[in-house]
């Protein structure tokens, strides 16, 4: 393999990696429950020179930085992943019918639908040949997370509505995209 491609794997894979670790810190994050999320804001601290002042952050307020931070997180992870494939593969082809080509494209439906609008993310297909089939991707063994076998997405019946988490399976979902996208990019290099 080029040096030079092999270079393009490693930086998709690590920042694949990257990006699933903040989601990881999100969810971490959740468990500390109100009062731990409140006690991370309470004291007034200086970084660099700059003075972050403490807060009084009611249940709405760590409701809502739980979400904005983990939104943020797994748009992170569909734009590493994404890009992870265009470095090392080129330019995405929905039209072709292959496991491959068929998870590309919904990384990038999920993709889109974040990058567009982090805080409310929703279905929005400009680019029509991505709605010509639903999209069934079957889960190899060595990927399965929490007894996850497949994922099924039909863009033209979701068109227009939101993302929601279960439409990627939650965090464990999550993970599963991670292993394969770490497993289709080895394969597609070897």
């Known amino acids: 393999m080029q040096r030079a491609h092999l270079k393009a794997l490693e930086e998709g894979l ?9 989601i990881e810190f999100s969810y971490r994050i ?16 200086e970084v660099k020179e700059v ?8 249940e709405e ?10 939104n943020c997180a797994i748009c992170s992870f569909w734009i590493a992943i994404d890009e992870a494939f265009n470095k090392i593969l080129g330019k995405k ?3 072709k019918d292959s ?8 990384i990038y439906m999920f993709r889109c639908a974040f990058t567009h609008e982090i805080s409310e993310p929703k279905w929005y297909v400009i680019d029509k040949s991505y709605l010509r089939r639903p999209y069934r991707l079957l889960v190899p063994l060595e990927c399965r997370c929490g007894g ?35 497993n289709l990019l080895r394969e597609e290099t070897h």
């Not at 307020?61 to 983990?70: A, C, G, Y």
Request: without cysteine; glycine residues 6%; charged residues 25%.
């Open 148 to 182: 996850i076998e497949e994922f099924y997405f039909d863009f033209t019946a979701i068109n227009g509505q939101n993302v929601k988490t279960e439409a990627f399976k939650h965090f464990r979902g999550l993970a599963t995209f991670s292993k394969m996208a770490y």
């Open 61 to 70: 307020d760590v409701r809502r930085f739980f979400l904005n931070h983990l």
């Open 93 to 95: 082809n929905p039209k």
């Open 14 to 22: 690590s920042s694949i990696e990257i990006a699933f670790n903040l």
């Open 30 to 45: 959740q468990t500390l429950g109100i009062d731990g999320v409140r006690a991370l804001f309470y004291d007034t601290i």
């Open 51 to 58: 003075l972050i002042e403490g807060k009084d952050m009611d």
């Open 99 to 106: 496991a491959i080509d068929d998870f590309r494209a919904v």
